[in-house]
T-cell receptor, first 113, second 113 residues
Framework: SAVISQKPSRDICQRGTSLTIQCQVD?????MFWYRQQPGQSLTLIAT?????????ESGFVIDKFPISRPNLTFSTLTVSNLSPEDSSIYLC??????????FGSGTRLTVV | AQKITQTQPGMFVQEKEAVTLDCTYD???????LFWYKQPSSGEMIFLIY??????QNATEGRYSLNFQKARKSANLVISASQLGDSAMYFC??????????FGKGTRLHILP
């Protein structure tokens, strides 16, 4: 099974700043996914990161707020920009294992003050 | 559009008893996959079990089994002989036609000693 290293595990950021989250996978994967989990809520898909092309965003999420990079088949970053307290959430990256769903990183717990 | 419904926001169960967590789904896709994930307080997402829509038998993984009733669009998770370590959030999810996964709101399970 794929192993995903996600960092930072947590951070406290000032409003108006940005946080970049990194995910490294131990094998090449075609698609990487980024989720947000607001406090007490379920997971919501933000976008799909594709190597060599623009990320595809779900309804309600825009590139200016959540820019994503995917420079190769094992690595991706998600930036949460212009932070506000409403961005306080857990952010998770994941990769698809056919017939078994997604394997997730350990998550990044972001607190905006 | 695909939809997952988990009607039990929280459950309290005595240790060693069996637990059934409810999940119903809605999809127009002829082929789909259903998943259950566990999220302990640490925040990580742990894959538990998978059921394909064309699988003839209900999936089982150790103490976990999936009670799949296709006509009723139901995919309940059964945990046998519950343990204190089973206390966590549990999410039911369905794979979308574009291979992305949509999660239900989750059920918080408390195992009582």
């Amino acid at each position: 099974s794929a192993v995903i290293s996600q960092k930072p595990s947590r951070d406290i950021c000032q409003r108006g700043t940005s946080l970049t989250i990194q995910c490294q996978v131990d094998s090449q994967v075609t698609m990487m996914f980024w989720y947000r989990q607001q406090p007490g809520q379920s997971l919501t898909l933000i976008a799909t990161a594709n190597q060599g092309s623009e990320a595809t965003y779900e309804s309600g999420f825009v590139i200016d707020k959540f820019p994503i990079s995917r420079p190769n088949l094992t690595f991706s970053t998600l930036t949460v920009s212009n932070l506000s307290p409403e961005d306080s959430s857990i952010y998770l990256c994941s990769v698809d294992r056919p017939n078994y769903g997604y394997t997730f990183g350990s998550g990044t717990r972001l607190t905006v003050v | 559009a695909q939809k997952i419904t988990q009607t039990q926001p929280g459950m309290f169960v005595q240790e060693k008893e069996a637990v059934t967590l409810d999940c119903t789904y809605d999809t127009s896709d002829p082929s789909y996959g259903l998943f259950w994930y566990k999220q302990p307080s640490s925040g990580e997402m742990i894959f538990l079990i998978y059921q394909g829509s064309y699988d003839q038998q209900n999936a089982t993984e150790g103490r976990y089994s999936l009670n799949f009733q296709k006509a009723r669009k139901s995919a309940n998770l059964v945990i046998s002989a519950s343990q204190l370590g089973d206390s966590a959030m549990y999410f039911c999810a369905i794979r979308r036609r574009d291979d992305k996964i949509i999660f239900g709101k989750g059920t918080r399970l408390h195992i009582l000693p």
